[in-house]
C-alpha cells in the first residue's frame, strides 16, 4: 500500500521558514518526479515546486529563489524548503506522485503565515 505522509507545517510569522517533508512508502521516490501542490480556501490547487528522479527542479514564479526542493533517496523522503514566507503562502500543502497506472497523494500539512 502507497502512503505519502506529509509533515512540517505549522504557524510562521511573515518572513520566517518552514521545511515540509513528504515521505513515502510502499513506492520509491528514486524512480518518480515528485511534485509539491498548494491550495488555499477558495482557490484551485497549484503547483509550487517538483523534482525530477534526476535532480532537476521548477518550480511556480511565485515561489522562485524563496523555496526549495530535495530529495533524500535513501530515506525516500522529499523536502520542501521554504524561506521569506508570505502571508499569501498560507495552504494547505499536499506532495503528489504517480507510477504509470495510479496517482497518489498525500493527506496535506498546513501552512499559515501571519503578517
Known amino acids: 500500500q502507497v502512503q505519502l505522509v506529509e509533515s512540517g507545517g505549522g504557524l510562521v510569522q511573515a518572513g520566517g521558514s518552514l521545511r515540509l517533508s513528504c515521505a513515502a512508502s510502499g513506492i520509491s521516490f528514486s524512480f518518480n518526479t515528485v511534485t509539491w501542490y498548494r491550495q488555499a480556501p477558495g482557490k484551485q490547487r497549484e503547483l509550487v515546486a517538483a523534482i525530477t528522479r534526476s535532480g532537476n527542479t521548477n518550480y511556480a514564479d511565485s515561489v522562485q529563489g524563496r523555496f526549495t526542493v530535495s530529495r533524500d533517496n535513501a530515506k525516500n523522503t522529499v523536502y520542501l524548503q521554504m524561506n521569506s514566507l508570505k502571508p499569501e503562502d498560507t495552504a494547505t500543502y499536499y506532495c503528489?506522485?504517480?507510477?504509470?497506472?495510479?496517482?497518489?497523494w498525500g493527506q496535506g500539512t498546513q501552512v499559515t503565515v501571519s503578517s
Open positions: 503528489y506522485t504517480k507510477t504509470w497506472s495510479q496517482d497518489y
